[in-house]
């Protein structure tokens, strides 16, 4: 059984910084793609970034400069350094992970943490 875990979200005031983490838990031959999303009240969820196995980085347009998304795979955690923040940040933050594991046989399973939320005052 895998699991993800975000912590490292709360209360900032603009122009503030915060940094999520998200740890994958369970028996994991690796981790290809790794993520971050978010969903505000009223509003669908969206990209926020993603990081492939070899570093490379995509960003929404929204966030681009002010967020950098890393990762550790020694520790199967992805991180987003977020600053410069804005009210309109303003979400829960999901991680996800698309994980190597194994039943029958190897397979990559997406899989998604519970959500961190993030506030951000004016």
């Known amino acids: 059984q895998v699991q993800l875990v975000e912590s490292g979200g709360g209360l900032v005031q603009a122009g503030g910084s915060l940094r999520l983490s998200c740890a994958a838990s369970?028996?994991?031959?690796?981790?290809?793609?790794m993520g971050w999303y978010r969903q505000a009240p009223g509003k669908q969820s969206e990209l926020v970034a993603t990081?492939?196995?070899?570093?490379?980085?995509n960003y929404a347009g929204s966030v681009k400069g002010r967020f950098t998304i890393s990762r550790d795979d020694a520790k199967n955690t992805v991180y987003l350094q977020m600053n410069s923040l804005k009210p309109e940040d303003t979400a829960v933050y999901f991680c996800?992970?698309?994980?190597?594991?194994?039943?029958?046989?190897?397979?990559?399973?997406?899989?998604w943490g519970q959500g961190t939320q993030v506030t951000v005052s004016s």
């Open positions: 996800n992970a698309n994980a190597l594991i194994k039943s029958t046989a190897y397979y990559f399973r997406l899989y």
């Open positions: 369970g028996t994991i031959f690796s981790i290809n793609d």
């Open positions: 990081i492939n196995s070899g570093g490379s980085t």
